[in-house]
């Protein structure tokens, strides 16, 4: 991907940087590339690339300083950025009131999961009560897999489910039709599809199933910088590159937040 034109500096925002960052020059930042097209190593398995990425690195543009990505395990991402470790995180993770209990998110981005298919649909999926009878995958450690054990209780012919350690093992599960349907995020789906030239999966549009929003985190103790990011992400939005790197890696249009807020997440169901 190539990158943007660069940001002017807005002082007055830059301004609002904590005196050591602004010193230094840089921000330091936790995150875990394995997640495509959000955050992700570049075909040199060095480089850090990605819409996350992009939008930080257009809040640096803003401050006028650096934004240094640095792999983190996802489990690590939170501890790392609470003991100031690292700066802040930017992860593509959902910005939830037990994780606030740990950090404060500046918000940057809505997503959602969506029903995933065979292709054509020969099972007539529509909505999560059409799955059960059929086999279907989800993803380890995803919180649909309770709200699938849930659903379990009230069909009528049981569902059997396959728990699968990637997205990408989602995927294949559809392409093989070991499984007739999945929950997963469409935009990752859809990379992983046109990258491996994968045809015979579908994503149902027009519904997000467990909607939250994503954020990046900061220590609690952390407020200057997390308000002068706050304000620079306000800019980036404002001044129409926001818009610009969501559709350069084909993120729905609905899932752009108007404003960056403080910790605008609320319970995933």
């Known amino acids: 991907m190539e990158s943007l034109d660069p940001e002017p500096l807005n002082t007055e925002i830059a301004a609002k940087l904590p005196e050591k960052i602004r010193q230094r020059g840089y921000i330091t930042v936790a995150t875990d590339p394995i997640y495509p097209p959000y955050v992700f190593y570049a075909d040199n ?67 959602g999961s969506q029903l995933i298919v065979q292709k054509g649909n020969p099972h007539k999926i529509n909505d999560l009560r059409d799955i059960c009878g059929h086999n279907v995958s989800v993803l380890q450690g995803s919180t649909m897999l309770s709200q699938l054990e849930n659903l379990q209780k009230e069909c009528e012919k049981q569902m059997q489910i396959s728990i699968v350690p990637s997205t990408a093992d989602q995927v294949m599960q559809i392409q093989t039709k070991r499984a007739v349907a999945t929950i997963a995020n469409g935009l990752v789906v859809k990379y992983i599809a046109e990258n491996q030239g994968i045809s015979s999966v579908e994503i149902l549009e027009g519904k997000a199933y467990q909607p939250g929003i994503k954020g990046m985190g900061f220590a609690k103790d952390n407020a200057q910088l997390r308000d002068a990011v706050q304000a620079a992400m306000n800019e980036v939005i404002k001044s129409g590159k926001y818009t610009a790197i969501l559709q350069r890696w084909g993120a729905p249009a609905d899932f752009a937040i108007q404003e960056a807020t403080i910790n605008g997440g609320v319970e995933i169901k």
């Open 45 to 111: 398995n060095k480089d850090i690339i990605g819409m996350d990425p992009e939008i930080g690195r257009a809040i640096g543009q803003v401050l006028g300083l650096e934004l240094r990505f640095e792999q983190v395990a996802w489990a690590g991402v939170l501890a790392g950025v609470q003991t100031h470790r690292y700066d802040m995180s930017l992860v593509s993770m959902f910005d939830t009131p037990e994780r606030q209990k740990q950090v404060d998110f500046v918000n940057y981005y809505k997503d």
